[in-house]
Every structure is written in C-alpha cells, then in structure tokens.
C-alpha cells in the first residue's frame, strides 16, 4: 500500500519562507504524477503545483513567481519551496501522487499545516 509523507509546514510571519516535503512509499513503482493542494477553512481543496515524472511543472496562478515544485525520482520526494508567503497562503497542503502502474490510482497524503500569521 502507498503511503504519501508530508513534513515541514508550521508558522511563519507574511514574507517567509517555507519548504514542504512529501516522500512515496510503499511501491516498487514510481508515480507519474505529483501535485500539492491546499485547502482553506471553509473552502474547497484547489491545486497548488504539480509535476511530470519528466520535469514538467504547472502552477495555480495565485503562487506563480512565488512557490516552485521539485521532485527527486530516486527518492519518489515532492517539493514545494515557498517564498514570500501571504496569509492566505494559510492553509493545510496536501500531497498527492498518481500512479499508473501497477493500476491507476491516487494516493493522498495526510495533510500539513501552513499558517502565515504575524
């Protein structure tokens, strides 16, 4: 079974800087697909970042400039350094990792917290 393990969210003042983690295990397959979403009290669960087994990368237009999403494939290890954080940057970030093989599926992380307060 995947598990998908975050780290690194906590408290920081607006202008800060944050670097989220989140490692795949559990498969002797590596993922296609690994995205961030965040979701805010009382509001729907939207896409942050993801990136391609390749490289490729797409952002949500709020973080563009700001936030950059890697991925180490030998580790099967997202990424989401974030800079100059807004309060409404606050929010639980969740990882997610699809797989094609051995079948399609979607794995979820638990979840991190992110608070962008002074």
């Known amino acids: 079974q995947v598990q998908l393990v975050e780290s690194g969210g906590g408290l920081v003042q607006p202008g800060g800087s944050l670097r989220l983690s989140c490692a795949a295990s559990?498969?002797?397959?590596?993922?296609?697909?690994m995205n961030w979403y965040r979701q805010a009290p009382g509001k729907q669960r939207d896409l942050v970042a993801g990136?391609?087994?390749?490289?490729?990368?797409n952002y949500a237009d709020s973080v563009k400039g700001r936030f950059t999403i890697s991925r180490d494939n030998a580790k099967n290890t997202v990424y989401l350094q974030m800079n100059s954080l807004k309060p409404e940057d606050t929010a639980v970030y969740y990882c997610?990792?699809?797989?094609?093989?051995?079948?399609?599926?979607?794995?979820w992380g638990q979840g991190t917290q992110v608070t962008v307060s002074s």
């Open positions: 997610n990792a699809y797989y094609r093989y051995p079948y399609t599926k979607t794995y």
């Open positions: 559990g498969s002797i397959f590596s993922p296609k697909d």
């Open positions: 990136i391609t087994a390749g490289g490729s990368t």
